[in-house]
């Protein structure tokens, strides 16, 4: 089997799915056992350890933005529930694309 996803740095507190990973699943992501709580797309990211609304995404062991929404060790990370600290929302929509 493929591996499901990695964490660009040590640091990092999401990881980027190598593939699609669905609920229910259980997947190791450097020490960490994470159980997926809702299907993550191929490049998409996954919490490492729980988020709370707030936190800094750490990715690339830089802050990309800031959680508006929790989100469980082993869920979604996205535009749903985070927003970037450097694009504005309102030009991207609920896919990450420039409008």
């Known amino acids: 089997m493929s591996v ?6 040590p640091t990092d507190n999401v990881a980027v799915c190598c593939r699609t990973v669905e609920p229910g ?11 997926v709580t809702e299907q993550v797309a191929l490049g998409h990211k996954l919490a490492v350890v729980p988020l709370r609304t707030g936190d800094k995404v750490i990715k690339y062991g830089m802050p990309i933005g800031s959680m508006t929404h929790d989100a469980p060790a082993g869920g979604w990370v996205h535009m749903h529930n985070m927003q970037s600290d450097y ?11 420039h409008a």
């Open 4 to 9: 499901a996803a990695i964490r660009l740095t």
């Open 25 to 35: 699943e259980r997947i190791g992501v450097d020490g960490h056992d994470l159980l």
């Open 87 to 97: 694009i504005p929302a309102h030009l991207r929509d609920a896919h990450g694309d």
